[in-house]
């Protein structure tokens, strides 16, 4: 399917906070409960549309692992939008996120928009980091916030949608050079076809989306 944009995301953050079944769960629509660990970088992709435009998102799903860091940062390089998970009720995986936060912005793109997801909202009874601490962290950052929870969907689809949002404005704004494909957008063959003009900043036909 043709599509004005692909933008690539990452999805990182440590070992078990659920960043394969979020990628599953807003690729395929399903929740799987026994997943093996990532080795390396999964890989998944999907088509959404903003302002009337299609995206296509492709996503790189990261081992968390600390083995594996040096594979995961060779993938910042050249996203445009990272989800950075932790799982609410494991309160080690809130207190690494500065760690993988300095890694992120030391290996990519300083204009890489970052969503902060605190996953296994499902799971309230056994809370151990509060909603208001995810909310704290994020605006001390510069970061969007959202709680979800791949089992039962909720927010997975606001969380992807959101961030790439936000990359399709910057897009609009001028920020983002789209013509250097190392900012992890690429022009798709839609714009091609129609001849829009693609220009960053003021007076262009713009569209984007976001992904990796």
């Not at 300083?110 to 809370?127: A, Q």
């Not at 001390?140 to 399709?168: C, P, Q, R």
């Not at 983002?176 to 003009?197: L, M, V």
Request: hydrophobic share 35%; aromatic share 8%; charged share 25%.
């Amino acid at each position: 399917m043709a599509y004005a944009y692909l933008f690539k995301y990452i999805i990182i953050g440590d070992t078990g906070v659920g960043k394969s079944c979020l990628l599953l769960q807003f690729t395929d629509k399903r929740f799987q409960p026994v997943h093996d660990l990532t080795i390396g970088v999964k890989f998944g992709a999907r088509m959404i549309t903003i302002d009337g435009k299609q995206i296509k998102l492709q996503i790189w799903d990261t081992a968390g692992q600390e083995s594996f860091r040096s594979i995961t940062r060779s993938y910042y390089r050249g996203a445009a939008g990272a989800l950075l998970v932790y799982d609410i009720t494991r309160r080690d995986t809130f207190n690494h996120l500065t760690t993988w936060l300095e890694d992120a912005r030391q290996h990519s793109n300083s204009n890489m928009v970052i969503m902060l997801i605190g996953n296994k909202s499902d799971l309230e009874s056994r809370r151990e980091v509060k909603k208001e601490e995810g909310e704290a962290f994020a605006r001390e950052h510069g970061l969007i916030f959202m709680e979800t929870s791949a089992k039962t969907a909720s927010n997975v689809e606001e969380a992807f949608i959101n961030t790439a949002k936000e990359i399709y404005e910057k897009i609009q704004e001028g920020v983002f050079d789209i013509n250097n494909e190392a900012n992890g957008i690429k022009i798709g063959p839609q714009h091609a076809s129609t001849g829009a003009t693609l220009t960053g900043g003021q007076g262009g036909q713009q569209g984007g989306g976001g992904c990796c």
